[in-house]
């Protein structure tokens, strides 16, 4: 919030004489803007359109009353001289009405000159044309580990509870990514349900965060984080990401290295991009946020707030992954909303100073615009291909052992070896359908034999999209690094080590 208000304060020395300031939250607005004006000596003005004007708790006196907008502007330019912000509660509602942004147009130099500022505080975004030139637009943050902080001490002073730091750390953590409301009635919460801010309240707070992150609709808060032992092959998309494990630690941080920024998952369907997406939050040790993009890119309204709240919750839950799935179809999106929020989030990629380790997955990525591809926005594009003989032979093992199976009971050799063409999807299913075979048979033992016979009579995917495949692989070449080692050369070695 520190570095919002001092932006505002630049504004209004600079003479901008209308800010816009994204978020929920107009509560904690008004009490930092109210410390905002008292340092730096300026009337301070709030317009609500069940209120009108007050100042502090006294509404003003006027002739007319200042309910409607045009009134409480008027009243402004005639009544209110000196240095001054009007922090204006509901005016997005009233956008759209031509008299108003006209009355805002007639009031924009004078405003300036008199180093006054109208601040419009709303969820979303809402700026007719004839404003765009002369508004500027903040994001305000949600609460950061000093605010939530501050709001938990408050709490347990006032209830006499007594928390270790690492504990009173963890419930801190927990919190990030809810507004301030949100933090107070998830404390509450806890409270009217008998816990005391111990380890077991950890799991209810998490719930409460869970269920209020779900209202965005756009994103999730993914709890279940594949091992990344769970997921077969991919050795040198793996040996990137081992590499990189202690990538957020402030050791790293001392010797020098920058946060990374993120990873794009290209390739074939099935083929394990949404397992490693989540499993790269295991690695890293932090929490994995979803965003849906197609949902995003697909309604009709509001798909900038959409992503712009998103950032936001990424950004004050950081460090976090945040998996964005299946990025192709965001650009489906032709019409010019869809465009601009695109760019937002490409901006946002681009420059991003947060730790928010972007992982993107897509599968068709031959209409991909080359901006998306460019250095800067990913640490490293990967193209995720079809399991050779060596990685389906261990994604059949992973399975088989998850399913409390010994494979040395198995001819996993030969299943490998016909299996080609099958993505790792395919080949869970084989095994799937061999136990249900099995089951059917009087619950008998699974054998190899149940496994070639489900092999023989399915036809992968891969097989019936042949000239999609060669062509998808001719495009990620020149462009992408391979997930899979070459097993090629390491087979050469043994070879010619045995």
């Known amino acids: 919030m520190n570095d919002v208000l001092e932006k505002i ?10 800010i816009y300031l994204l978020t929920h939250e107009e509560d904690r607005v008004e009490r930092a803007i109210q410390g905002l004006c008292k340092k730096d000596a300026m009337r301070l003005l709030r317009w609500r359109s069940t209120e009108g004007l007050k100042e502090g708790k006294s509404s003003l006196q006027s002739e007319r009353p200042t309910q409607d907008p045009i009134e409480a502007l008027s009243y402004i330019h005639n009544h209110v001289d000196g240095p001054g912000i009007f922090l204006f509660e509901d005016l997005h509602a009233h956008l759209d009405n031509a008299q108003l942004w006209r009355a805002i147009r007639d009031q924009v130099e004078n405003l300036g000159k008199r180093k006054q500022a109208i601040v419009v505080v709303a969820p979303s975004l809402t ?9 500027m637009v903040l994001d305000v943050p949600l609460p950061n580990r000093k605010d939530v902080g501050r709001l938990l001490d408050i709490l347990t002073k006032s209830q006499k509870i007594e928390m270790a730091d690492s504990l009173r750390e963890a419930f801190v953590r927990t919190s990030l990514g809810l507004c301030e409301r949100e933090v107070k009635r998830a404390y509450a919460h806890i409270l009217a349900s008998g816990g005391r801010f111990e380890e077991k309240d950890l799991a209810r707070l998490a719930q409460v965060k869970k269920q209020v ?8 808060f993914q709890e279940q984080i594949p091992a990344i032992g769970n997921v077969g092959g991919l050795g040198n998309l793996k040996g990137w990401l081992d590499r990189r494990g202690d990538a957020f630690s402030d050791a790293a941080r001392d010797f020098g290295l920058p946060e990374p920024k993120g990873l794009f998952l290209l390739g074939v369907q099935g083929c394990g991009k949404s397992m490693m997406a989540k499993a790269v939050a295991g690695i890293f040790g932090i ?23 998103a950032i936001r919750i990424a950004e004050s839950i950081s460090p976090v992954v945040l998996w964005i799935d299946e990025l192709e179809k965001a650009f489906l999106a032709g019409d010019q909303g869809g465009s601009r929020t695109l760019g937002h989030l490409l901006t946002w990629m681009q420059e991003k100073n947060k730790p928010v380790f972007v992982v993107a997955t ?35 093992q992973i399975h088989l052992e998850t399913r409390k199976r010994s494979t040395e009971n198995f001819d996993l050799l030969q299943c490998a070896e016909e299996t080609e063409k099958y993505s790792g999807a395919e080949l869970e299913q084989v095994v799937v359908e061999a136990l ?16 070639l016979r489900v092999i023989r009579e399915t036809v992968p995917l891969a097989v019936t999209m042949d ?3 060669k062509e998808l692989r001719e495009w990620a070449r020149p462009r992408t690094r391979p997930a899979t080692l070459d097993r090629r050369r390491i087979d050469f070695f043994e070879d010619f080590a045995g």
């Open 9 to 18: 304060s630049e504004f209004i020395r600079a003479r901008y004489p209308l």
């Open 287 to 309: 929490p994995l946020l979803r965003l849906d993009a197609a949902e995003v890119f697909q309604a009709s309204a509001r798909q900038e707030e959409s992503i712009q709240e």
């Open 213 to 220: 992150i779900r209202k965005t609709r756009f994103l999730e």
């Open 436 to 451: 249900f075979d099995a089951y059917a048979d009087g619950a008998r033992d699974l054998t190899d034999r149940d496994l």
């Open 362 to 396: 897509a599968n068709e990525v031959r209409k991909l615009p080359p901006e998306l591809l460019r250095k800067g926005r990913f640490d490293e594009i990967f193209f995720v291909d079809l399991p050779n003989v060596h990685e389906r032979l261990e994604i059949l």
């Open 127 to 135: 700026i007719p044309a004839e404003l765009e030139k002369d508004i």
């Open 467 to 469: 000239d999609q495949l």
